[in-house]
């Protein structure tokens, strides 16, 4: 047999096996003698998907079927948002308290960064390190205030220094702190 003639009937048997797996793929699928027919026990309603597909290209849904994500008349603010809609502010894994100093390893360019909330020991902490804050031009975060004129007296304390109202929760879980004032620098965790 020639190399020619087995290249044939390799071939052949490809394109016979491959229409038998085709012929067999497009068959009806039978069900057993003896099972019953699928019954819906519950059907719940819901949603067609479709609309959703809308931002797929090529999905056959028209803009005007498409999901569109404000549901019935939405009120646009008139004020664009400001510091006051954040307060009040807590921080719940954050309280007062004393904080044991240890290094950390920060990249260097790190701005250091100080949390204080509206309470006695962070405004005597902020009155002790102020000068030792402002020339490390140190950013403070306030973990725990209640209202814009208790964040512009924190500021008034602070004199100069920037204050920005931020929930400490994710930096505390992330440094394993418990308590604040504390300054983060480039040394470390320090009281």
Do not use: C
């Amino acid at each position: 047999m020639t190399v020619r003639i087995m290249k044939r009937r390799i071939w052949l048997t490809l394109v016979l096996m491959s229409g038998l797996s085709l012929a067999h793929a497009q068959a009806p699928v039978q069900r057993p003698p003896g099972l019953p027919d699928l019954e819906v026990v519950a059907d719940h309603g819901g949603e067609p998907t479709r609309r959703y597909f809308a931002p797929i290209g090529g999905a056959g849904v028209s803009a005007s079927e498409s999901y569109s994500p404000q549901i019935g008349v939405t009120q646009r603010r008139t004020q664009p948002f400001s510091e006051a809609d954040m307060l009040p502010v807590a921080s719940e894994r954050l309280t007062p308290g004393t904080v044991t100093p240890r290094e950390l390893q920060l990249p260097g360019g790190f701005t250091p960064i100080f949390l204080i909330g509206d309470d006695a020991l962070s405004r005597d902490w902020l009155a002790q390190r102020g000068d030792i804050l402002r020339d490390m031009n140190a950013v403070g975060l306030v973990v725990q205030v209640q209202d814009e004129p208790s964040l512009q007296a924190l500021r008034a304390e602070a004199e100069g220094l920037e204050l920005r109202p931020v929930s400490g929760d994710g930096l505390a879980g992330r440094l394993g702190l418990q308590h604040y004032p504390v300054l983060i620098s480039a040394r470390g965790l320090e009281q």
